[in-house]
């Protein structure tokens, strides 16, 4: 069976790619697999733009049969799916927080990441699942995302940041990643 668009039945399902509810008669993505356990296949449920994110490949797979008029604004989509496509390490991006201790190390840099420093979680898509799979300084995204802008996933995927949070995630990645410290006057 092919990916699909649809909507939700019901307001049961959770997205696969941020964990939160979709809601009752919301447009959902979902991307068909083989089964991991059993035989036939299952099906991921995501809200399409979680999965323009990190499933972005089966995204566009599926975009030029989707019903006309689904989709409320497919070019949003369309473009959120190719822009995480353009590198393999993109849809890792779960969202940023701050360290809760100085325990994980970057996988960028392989330094620690000190406590209350801005890191960026990473999952790996693995047999239907998003593993949880470390962390890099947020002032390591240049290398490890190799220049890619990872502002608009890196936001999607912070759900739990209060305004002023995501507001200085905003301010930081507008700064060039090597510029130095700004100076108070
Ligand atoms: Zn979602
Ligand atoms: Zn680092």
Redesign the pocket.
């Known amino acids: 069976m092919p990916h699909v668009f649809e909507a939700a039945p019901t307001g049961r399902a959770k ?6 509810p ?1 809601g009752k008669g919301e447009l959902r993505f979902g991307e068909r697999i083989p089964n991991p356990f059993a035989e036939g296949e299952t099906t991921l449920w ?2 399409p ?2 999965a323009a994110y990190k499933r972005p490949e089966a995204m566009l797979e599926t975009f030029a049969q989707a019903p006309a008029g689904i989709v409320p604004d497919p070019g949003a989509l369309e473009r959120a799916a190719r822009g995480n496509s353009t590198h393999r390490r993109l849809p890792r991006i779960d969202g940023a927080e701050h360290a809760p201790s100085s325990q994980a190390k970057c996988h960028s840099c392989h330094e620690p990441i000190s406590r209350g420093a801005w890191r960026i979680r990473l999952v790996f898509y693995e047999e239907g699942r998003f593993n949880p799979a470390g962390f890099v300084h947020l002032a390591c995204r240049a290398a490890y995302f190799e220049g890619a802008d990872i502002l608009a996933p890196l936001l999607h995927f912070s759900t739990d940041l209060s305004d002023e949070e995501r507001a200085e995630l905003v301010r930081t990645c507008g700064d060039a990643a090597d510029a130095p410290p700004r100076q108070q006057s």
């Open positions: 997205c696969r790619g941020c964990g939160r979709i995501f809200h733009l979680c």
